[in-house]
């Protein structure tokens, strides 16, 4: 298994602030990396692909960066809708997921 | 539209058997991957397995290898996760979702999720 390392665990921010998760892998996985946001008691969403990609109808307040083994999410200017859990996920081999970051407001 | 969507939520005794579906929608069933996802209380996302529905082929992530079942019908649009004998720690919310590409891709489409409560 390629393991998948999300610092921090949980963050919180003011409103507009801008946030950053940091996410990485165990072995060099190219670009080979998804986010993906959850809400409390929904199912997860797609908003990254291909490390850097945003999948469409997502804000553009969200973005990502970086190949082979680290990586970065974030959010420009933190919204009161934005509250949720973050999670990379690896496609290099068989996919696996970060351990997640939970995100609210100060 | 592409749609999954979940049986609902069941409640179990240790020991029982469980097949849980998620019928796709809107698009080719048979050309994407069906991954399953466990979330247990608290916790983060696991990749279960994951399934081929042109051919059946199945890759498992090593975790759960021996311990579920995931197959599928082409034929009804539908994919199946399954446990012949339950434990307490199987509890947990079950979530399908639809791979873009190949087994090694991004899940674009997710169902609602299967709440599974096992419990004496």
């Known amino acids: 298994d390629i393991q998948m390392t999300q610092s921090p665990s949980s963050l919180s921010a003011y409103v507009g602030d801008r946030v950053t998760i940091t996410c990485q892998a165990s072995?060099?996985?190219?670009?080979?990396l998804n986010w993906y946001q959850q809400k409390p008691g929904k199912a997860p969403k797609l908003l990254i692909y291909?490390?850097?990609n945003l999948e469409t109808g997502v804000p553009s307040r969200f973005s990502g960066s970086g190949s082979g083994t680290d990586f970065t999410f974030t959010i420009s200017s933190l919204q009161p809708e934005d509250v949720a859990t973050y999670y990379c996920?690896?496609?290099?081999?068989?996919?696996?997921f970060g351990q997640g970051t939970k995100v609210d407001i100060k | 539209e592409v749609q999954l969507v979940q049986s609902g939520a069941e409640m179990k005794k240790p020991g029982e058997s469980l097949k849980i579906s998620c019928k796709g929608s809107g698009y080719t069933f048979s050309n994407h991957w069906i991954g399953w996802v466990r979330q247990m209380p608290g916790k983060g996302l696991e990749l279960m397995g994951i399934v081929y529905p042109a051919d059946s082929a199945i890759r498992y992530s090593p975790s759960f290898q021996g311990q579920v079942t995931i197959s599928a019908d082409n034929s009804i649009n539908t994919a199946y996760l399954q446990w012949s004998r339950l434990k307490a720690s199987d509890t947990a919310m079950y979530y399908c979702?639809?791979?873009?590409?190949?087994?090694?891709?991004?899940?674009?489409?997710w169902g609602q999720g299967t709440l599974v409560t096992v419990s004496s």
């Open positions: 072995q060099d996985i190219i670009n080979n």
């Open positions: 291909d490390a850097s």
């Open positions: 996920q690896q496609y290099d081999h068989l996919p696996t």
């Open positions: 979702a639809r791979s873009k590409g190949d087994y090694k891709s991004r899940f674009d489409s």
